[in-house]
């Protein structure tokens, strides 16, 4: 995510932003119209946006709204004025990620950049393994849910076999099948990708065994 999107009606403030943020290798577009930014932002690649709270045709916070509604998850710096500071807590309630009182440092923008880049990675990558867990936990049979129910309660191949009044090498060879369809290497992987699943909420009821 190395895009930065600017929307400030100050000319001034969009040219020294942008040479700033090119001079440390970000891809930069700035946008004097924040209602031409709302209609072409589902067209533009994944980014950071870099916001002012107080322009006359559309507020900042009017913009934000228009992110959620469309659910867009584009993390947003704001820029405000002494005057808009509870504005600027307004938004950071409404998800804005932080926020930069005029004057402000150039090393500090540049510096909350970079960790608003890492983190949301960061939570790029958790929401990927989250999605693909989901997707293991339901490719499961029946029986594996029951079986994989019971390695994450801690319960021994005897004991799994007892409650589902099956053989315990048939537990075996589900035990197996869970490992291979979760593609996971240990007990430990196993757990993790069904925390992640959020595989206390599966209803076992709604899969039928093929």
Do not use: W
């Amino acid at each position: 995510m190395n895009n930065i999107y600017i929307v400030d009606d100050d000319d001034a403030v969009r040219g020294s932003l942008s040479m700033l943020l090119r001079s440390e290798d970000f891809e930069v577009v700035a946008f004097g119209n924040p209602a031409e930014f709302v209609a072409n932002v589902e067209e533009l690649e994944e980014g950071c946006v870099i916001l002012d709270l107080c322009m006359p045709e559309m507020s900042g916070m009017e913009v934000m709204e228009e992110l959620q509604k469309r659910e867009l998850k584009m993390p947003v710096i704001c820029i405000t004025g002494h005057g808009d500071i509870p504005t600027a807590v307004k938004a950071l309630k409404v998800g804005a990620y932080d926020f930069l009182e005029k004057p402000f440092d150039s090393t500090m923008l540049i510096g909350i950049i970079k960790e608003c880049i890492a983190d949301r990675k960061d939570k790029q990558q958790i929401e990927l393994f989250e999605a693909t867990a989901k997707e293991a936990v339901a490719s499961l049979t029946p029986r594996e849910h029951e079986v994989l129910k019971g390695m994450v309660d801690g319960l021994r191949n005897k004991q799994i076999a007892f409650d589902m009044d099956i053989s315990i090498r048939t537990v075996e060879l589900h035990r197996v099948h869970v490992m291979e369809k979760l593609d996971a290497k240990s007990l430990s992987d196993v757990l993790k990708i069904a925390i992640a699943a959020g595989f206390d909420y599966v209803d076992l009821s709604a899969f039928k065994e093929p």
